[in-house]
């Protein structure tokens, strides 16, 4: 069964920076395109940053372009998500989810539980 | 970048009724769209990709349809397991992937 179980959430001050981590199990995680998507409370999802799966390519909204660095190691199975100077509206349940394994299909069909980002002071 | 819009924002429905939801793409997104849906205090489960093609272990009562720009997620017969919050995306041009507001289904 395909896990991703994503860590390192946490209250953080405005200004802050944090790491977030998703270890991934049961599938072949290099070939995957891998996000990740956040949703505030009682918002709606946001992608926010993605990856190829060689890890050469990355892509990033544009709420976050400049502050967050998305990254993967495909020897440990796992993506990053390298957070600075953070803001209170970058509050928000951050979900690690795998993209697809082949172009045009490119829809998210597995996501993990979740980790809560707070930003405040 | 493509803007999705769904309606309505909440649909009351009583079991065993049909649902329908709606979903608009600003430019054509061809069939490059996919429905999730989130349950409270969950993460969010794909439904459909391909506009119509149901993810594994998804439940006949639920269908895809539409393509280009206008989009559909019918829920045939509702079931209580169903009342959650229906997120349409697309994939057709990305990044970035962007998705619709969502729309709440909760019971009549």
């Known amino acids: 069964e395909v896990q991703l179980l994503e860590s390192g959430g946490g209250l953080v001050q405005p200004g802050g920076s944090l790491r977030l981590s998703c270890a991934a199990s049961a599938f072949t995680f290099s070939t995957y395109v891998m996000s990740w998507v956040r949703q505030a409370p009682g918002k709606g999802l946001e992608w926010v940053s993605g990856?190829?799966?060689?890890?050469?390519?990355?892509y990033y909204a544009d709420s976050v372009k400049g502050r967050f660095t998305i990254s993967r190691d495909n020897s440990k199975n796992s993506l990053y998500l390298q957070m600075k100077s953070l803001r209170a509206d970058d509050t928000a349940v951050y979900y690690c989810?795998?993209?697809?394994?082949?172009?045009?299909?490119?829809?998210?069909?597995?996501w993990g539980q979740g980790t809560l980002v707070t930003v405040s002071s | 970048e493509i803007v999705m819009t769904q309606s309505p924002a909440t649909l009351s429905v009583s079991p065993g009724e049909r649902a329908t939801l709606s979903c608009r793409a600003s430019?054509?997104?061809?069939?490059?769209l996919a429905w999730y849906q989130q349950k409270p205090g969950q993460a969010p489960r794909l439904l459909i990709y391909g506009a119509s093609t149901r993810a594994t272990g998804v439940p006949a009562r639920f269908s895809g349809s539409g393509s280009e720009t206008e989009f559909t997620l019918t829920i045939s017969s509702l079931q209580s397991e169903d009342f959650a919050v229906y997120y349409c995306q697309q994939y057709n041009a990305w990044p970035p992937w962007t998705f619709g507001q969502g729309t709440k289904v909760e019971i009549k």
């Open positions: 990856i190829s799966s060689s890890g050469g390519s990355t």
């Open positions: 430019q054509s997104v061809s069939s490059n």
């Open positions: 989810a795998t993209s697809g394994a082949a172009p045009g299909k490119r829809y998210f069909d597995y």
